[in-house]
Each structure stands twice: as structure tokens, then as C-alpha cells.
């Protein structure tokens, strides 16, 4: 949908092939698209020097940003999910009518990120935690629980030199006050499901947070602030 706007803040293309049965409306999601705009331009800039070439995508999903960012080729991807997500986004997109090729090195990891040997997997796969690296943790950490988010980072936090940077999505708020935005925007029925129902973890202090756990944090950037509106959003 984004992709289709007279003046798209990204294009996709092997979006229509992974997006499934979609049945939306055709508008756009403000939330979404900034979010995506706003990692896509600090993954861009982080590995635009050559100084990071490696990009990790834990939960990646049907993330397709080693297909479209603009980033030097001697980089490498790395998405991380489990195996029946892996193996069917690599079906559907060799099944496209068109053929997609990485912009960079990619290498995809079947792991379960509730099992701590797909760190193992990723070394195997020739990530080198002695070099600096960028991390994306996008629409993941709030459908887990607590524990789970802070052994997620402990576990990070052992493939991280000091020049490394790890990016983060983030919901504030009890899990009871979580609205969904794009259901309030198009007005839909009170009664229809909402994948914000299933979040389980808020972080209302983040630099509390990140600093328990050894990491500082450089910025917090609120969707709608200056930093992530795109002009598209002022909330």
C-alpha cells in the first residue's frame, strides 16, 4: 500500500508477493510506514561507510530490506526465524514472476529465539562478533513477556562490540491501555481482533531499562515527534 502512494516513503516490491491474502482497505498506515522509513534510513546510514557490514534481523519475518536498501555489497543480512517462516518466504519468492536478488549478502537462519543455540547458528553462519554490527528488533519485543525480553538482550548483549547499535520498537503504556492506532484511525467496529490484544511487554523508561542491562541508550523517538513524521503523522 505504501509503495502505491503518489509519494511513497519507501518502495517494496516483493511486498504484494509476501503480504499473503491481504484484504485491507488500501490506505495507508502512518504508523507502519514511519516506522519502516525511520530503521530504513538508520540501517542505510549505519553500514554507508563500510566501518558495519553486518545487519542482524532477529523475528525478520517477511522483512525484504536486503532486497531494496541502498547498502554497500560486501555487507550481509543476517534474518533469523523459524524454519516454517524461513522456508516459506524463501518459496514465495522463488516462485515470483520476476526474479529478486539481494542488494547485499543474506543469509537466513532457522532458529527459535526462545532457544539459545541460535546465536551457534548465526557464528555458523559467519557472523563474527568481533566485528561491529547493527541490530533490528522490529515488531517483536511487546508480543513477549518480560523475562523473555531481557534474556533476548542478555543473549545479544554476548555479539555486541562497543561500536555495535541495536535498534528496538517499543510500546509504552500498561498492557491494558494499548490502543490500536490503525483500528481507531479507520474506524473500525469496536469487536474486530487487534494484534495489539496480544502484547505482553511495555517499556515506559527505556533508558532505565537499557542501562540495567549494560546498554546506553542514544536516542528515543516517539512516532509523530520531529524526528519520525515524515509529514505524514503529527500524533
Known sequence: VESEQQSPLFIDPLAAILAGDYKGDGKRSPRISIRTKYFDDFLESAVSTGTVKQMVLPAAGMDSRAYRLVVPEDATTYEIDQEIVVETKEKLIAEASEAFVPKCHLKRISADLNN?????????????????SVWLLEGLLYYLTEDQVISLFLTISTFLTEESTLLASLTTGSRNDNRDIDKLDSKKPATAPSLTSKFKWSCDKPEEFFSSLNFTLIDSVPLGSEKANYGIWDR
Open 116 to 132: 539459545k543455540n541460535w546465536g551457534e547458528k548465526l557464528i555458523d553462519s559467519g557472523f563474527k562478533p568481533s566485528e561491529p
